[in-house]
């Protein structure tokens, strides 16, 4: 009796694990935005859901939906984001400079309050 509870118990985790292996993984590869993503964050699922998903923070960052990449091509993307010359370098700077000028007119607004 209890080798076919054993059989029949492992049966279920593999159709489980099946049906998670079956989703696609993207990785993102932007610099670190506070509240929001960080860098090397992965999501399973389909593009649009993820999409979906960070809606708040596409929609003020739009750079991000650039940053997000599949799981097949992200050794190649982690080596372009590095790469001057390259779009996701390109996208990742002016998405770390956004928010550096962000966070400098914060520091400003906050020192002007204090002042």
Do not use: W
């Not at 750079?63 to 190649?76: D, H, V």
Request: proline share 4%; with cysteine.
């Amino acid at each position: 009796m209890a080798n076919k509870a054993t059989a029949t118990s492992n049966k279920a985790p593999r159709a489980a694990t099946a049906a998670h292996k079956s989703r696609k993984i993207y990785c993102y590869i932007g610099p670190n935005i506070r509240g929001y993503l960080h860098t090397g964050q992965v999501f399973r699922g389909e593009r649009e859901d993820i999409l979906r998903e960070l809606a708040e923070a596409v929609g003020k960052y739009p750079l991000i939906k650039t940053l997000l990449i599949p799981g097949e091509s992200l050794a190649t993307a982690r080596l372009r984001v590095m790469e001057p010359g390259t779009g996701h370098y390109a996208n990742y700077q002016k998405l770390k400079n956004e928010l550096q000028d962000e966070a400098r007119n914060r520091a400003e607004r906050e020192a002007l309050a204090n002042a």
